[in-house]
């Protein structure tokens, strides 16, 4: 049924899905993450399994489910795991790492249109934002619905997204030091665009030059490679309105939300 249900429009709540994912997945003795991947008019063009875990925990990795995502050009995911124990009751974690990958999605335009937890012989089904945690004791966990919420999680998911910009960067510049050879070992592309992103997270201007500089190349070639950037649209130049000899450089918008989701999902 697999091959069946590609090209198909999936709909998270049909019961012919629920029935397939309960029998394929609800008896395994170990939590077994899916992904389904699907385009804009919610057809499938994948269904993967992306991770596998212990019967406590399941690891994620959402950089490889976005990554993956973006390669196969889908316009939205729909998470399937399983619990082992039986119960499809959502855990706190699971609750959490729904609205983490909601939140990354949406900075990727790819929607997580929701998360179903199967057994053999009952399923749950999780929706981004809407599920609260049933039958587990704790404290009650407050979701990212109303606006208060939503921006204090979009500035979580920025200051992390910083924050491992930030570690990938001195990790990158300490394998120089220790490898040396910046022309066998160096990306100075990959370079500009940390090095710019980091600026704009620290809200602090960057000019043409001074980008040059921080690429390790030569200022005519890395001028010539700012201009392919700019070509390409991942970089936007601005005239500096105080001095007119001086440009800035700032990422696209695209570009800054894609990198905010890739370095969110964890550092190099």
């Known amino acids: ?156 998911v920025a200051d992390l997204a910083l924050s491992n910009a930030r570690r990938t960067l001195r990790r990158r510049l300490l394998r120089k030091q220790l490898l040396g050879n910046d022309e066998l070992f160096g990306e100075p592309a990959w370079d500009m665009l940390i090095d710019l992103f980091i600026h704009e997270g620290e809200a602090k201007p960057v000019s043409t030059s001074s980008l040059g500089i921080a690429s390790g190349l030569g200022m005519s070639s890395a001028l010539r490679l700012v201009q392919r950037l700019c070509d390409a649209e991942l970089l936007v130049r601005t005239s500096d309105p105080a001095d007119g000899r001086r440009n800035f450089i700032q990422l696209a918008p695209e570009v800054a939300h894609r990198l905010t989701a890739y370095f969110a999902a964890g550092e190099e």
């Open 1 to 156: 049924m697999r091959a069946e249900l590609l090209g198909r429009v999936i709909e998270p709540s049909s019961p012919k899905l629920i029935e397939y994912l309960k029998t394929s997945m609800g008896a395994l003795p170990e939590e077994i993450l899916r992904v389904l991947f699907l385009d804009a008019s919610r057809r499938l063009v994948a269904d993967e399994q992306m991770q596998h875990g212990s019967v406590r925990q399941l690891a994620l990795y959402p950089r490889t489910i976005f990554r993956r995502a973006l390669e196969l050009d889908a316009a939205a995911i729909l998470l399937v795991h399983n619990h082992p124990s039986g119960d499809p009751t959502p855990s706190d974690s699971d609750i959490r790492v729904t609205e983490l990958l909601r939140d990354i999605g949406r900075a990727l335009d790819v929607e997580l249109i929701g998360h179903i937890i199967v057994t053999q012989r009952e399923h749950h089904s999780l929706a981004a934002g809407k599920t609260p945690p049933r039958g587990r004791p704790g404290p009650p966990l407050t979701l990212g619905d109303g606006h208060r919420d939503r921006i204090e999680t979009e500035k979580g």
